[in-house]
């Protein structure tokens, strides 16, 4: 299968700013994901943990269409996502998305780096393009690297870039998958407190990361998957001190 009806619940779904219903999702014949259902509020942050392979990145993608689910139904700030080229423009028009390998143009500068999507995209001038550029590296607190190349930087600092690019386009739901794993460890926290700081700003987040102190901290709820299904989701504190299933102690056992 790969064209996705509208369905008719999508029009209710408009009060979320992510709605998965009844997600399916295969590749080939492996059943990546299994009627995943998720409903997040706007300004609402959800941390996803489990193990390598449980789907989380596959469904992080679907949201912004990187993926194609072929099953149930996704609605991403009220526009439920077909084959429709035009929805799935206005769906990646609101959702900016931060990799685990930040994903910068190596020859571009950092302010290149910034202004390519708004000037490009979104037709912004150069001028008002590398104002905004500026005024997003200064909050991820590195506007004196604009005009080196990613190369130049540390891992974190790139990742802090990438944040800022994609702030750029001036996002209402950011989507992270792994952001600091990829970081050494001495660099994790300067990327996390940008997360941290964005998240107090009022942002609907969700994330990917097994950093369970920023789950702590941020989340509204934290979300555990395996096998392709959310086997479990909870407050923070429900979810660390008193996990329902088995393979949610099992994982945190490892992971704590
Ligand atoms: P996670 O992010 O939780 O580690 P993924 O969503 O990356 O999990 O992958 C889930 C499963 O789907 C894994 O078994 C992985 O090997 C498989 N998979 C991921 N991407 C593809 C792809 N493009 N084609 C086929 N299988 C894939
Ligand atoms: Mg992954």
């Known amino acids: 299968m790969s064209a996705v009806p509208a369905s008719p ?3 209710f779904d408009g009060d979320y700013a992510v709605s998965l219903t009844g997600v399916h999702k295969w590749y080939g ?14 300004g609402e942050k959800i941390v996803i943990c489990g193990p390598s ?12 269409r990187l993926e194609e689910h072929q099953k149930g139904s996704i609605v991403v700030n009220g526009t439920e996502l077909t084959n429709d080229l035009r929805r799935i423009d206005e769906v990646r028009r609101e959702v900016g998305m931060c990799f685990q390998h ?12 910034c202004t390519l999507a708004p000037i490009w995209v979104r037709k912004m001038p150069k001028k008002d393009a590398e104002e905004v550029a500026m005024k997003y590296l200064t909050r991820v607190r590195i506007p004196e690297q ?14 802090r870039v990438a944040i800022a690019r994609s702030l750029c386009m001036n996002p209402k739901i950011m989507l992270f998958d792994e952001p600091t794993s990829a970081l050494d460890p001495e ?13 107090n700003e009022g ?3 969700l ?4 950093e369970m102190g920023f789950a702590r901290q941020v989340a509204d709820r934290v979300i555990f998957m395996d096998a392709g299904q959310i086997v479990e989701m909870n407050t923070p504190d429900a979810f660390f001190s008193n996990p329902q299933h088995e393979r949610t102690r099992l994982f945190l056992g490892q992971i704590l």
Do not use: W
């Open 9 to 11: 619940s999508a029009r």
């Open 29 to 42: 014949s492996f059943h990546v994901l299994r009627d995943v259902n998720l409903h997040v509020r706007r």
């Open 53 to 64: 392979g449980s789907g989380k990145s596959t469904m992080i993608r679907c949201i912004n």
């Open 102 to 113: 930040f994903n910068l143009f190596p020859h571009l500068t950092i302010l290149e780096n």
């Open 146 to 159: 604009a005009n080196k190349y990613p190369g130049q930087l540390s891992g974190g600092q790139q990742q």
């Open 187 to 199: 660099m994790v926290k300067e990327v996390l407190d940008t997360m941290v700081s964005l998240a």
């Open 203 to 205: 942002m609907t987040m």
């Open 207 to 210: 994330c990917v990361t097994h």
